[in-house]
């Protein structure tokens, strides 16, 4: 039996090849080309899972796919096999802020947790926005300050362009020159976290993100 191991990100990024090849079929390219982006788009897919086992690597090749409704039924194939995020109990994540001493924590029983690789919710009336995301194996609650920006922008997580915040958060890393005052990061992120765990595809800048804010090397 295989057991879970394909990550909301992986997921997206999988889901995203797929349209491209859906894509390519559907401009009636050339046979060569076609087979050019599906051996591109498996490679790609392979090498996020160099440790797979052969019954795992056969799951994703999606090689010898043609129709859409084959490329339809590998997803779905694919979506029984998501790891869900961490499950949390509302006194765990109050334990991650404790200097929020009001803090509201989502409903985590509505929570689907096979779609989400980062867990983040809003505060409108103190303006907060919380995110929650396992690094080294290890829940870390992060607090920003959010302001909603009326134009569009490009979000430093999942990279769409949408209705971003400005978020910005206070580190741990202290400033060189005055060690009184801790560095802050802004970002511009979705303010919409399902839209973007719907979106990211990798966690490379979620992970810089975390670490920059933890003060720790990136
Ligand atoms: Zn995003």
């Not at 390219?29 to 797979?52: G, W």
């Not at 509201?104 to 995301?133: C, F, G, H, M």
């Amino acid at each position: 039996m295989i057991g879970k191991f394909i990550k909301n990100e992986q997921f997206n990024f999988i889901k995203k090849q797929v349209a491209l090849i859906k894509d390519s079929y559907k401009k009636n390219s050339d046979p060569t080309v076609i087979r050019a982006v599906k051996e591109l788009a498996n490679a790609k897919i392979m090498e996020l899972f160099p440790y797979i086992t052969q019954e795992q690597t056969e799951m994703l090749d999606l090689s010898k796919k043609k129709t859409d409704f084959e490329y339809d039924q590998y997803i779905q194939e694919l979506s029984q096999y998501l790891l869900p995020f961490p499950q949390l109990t509302e006194q765990q994540i109050k334990k991650m802020f404790p200097k929020a001493k009001k803090i509201k924590v989502p409903e985590l029983a509505k929570l689907n947790r096979e779609q989400i690789t980062y867990l983040s919710w809003t505060d409108i009336s103190t303006n907060k926005k919380y995110i929650i995301y396992e690094l080294n194996e290890k829940m870390i609650g992060i607090e920003c300050k959010y302001t909603l920006l009326s134009k569009d922008n490009v979000c430093s997580f999942c990279n769409r362009f949408g209705p971003v915040a400005f978020i910005s958060t206070v580190t741990k890393a202290k400033k060189a020159k005055n060690p009184d005052y801790y560095k802050a990061i802004g970002n511009y992120i979705c303010f919409d976290s399902s839209e973007c765990n719907g979106k990211i595809t990798n966690v490379d800048y979620l992970t810089t993100f975390f670490k920059e804010s933890l003060g720790e090397p990136c």
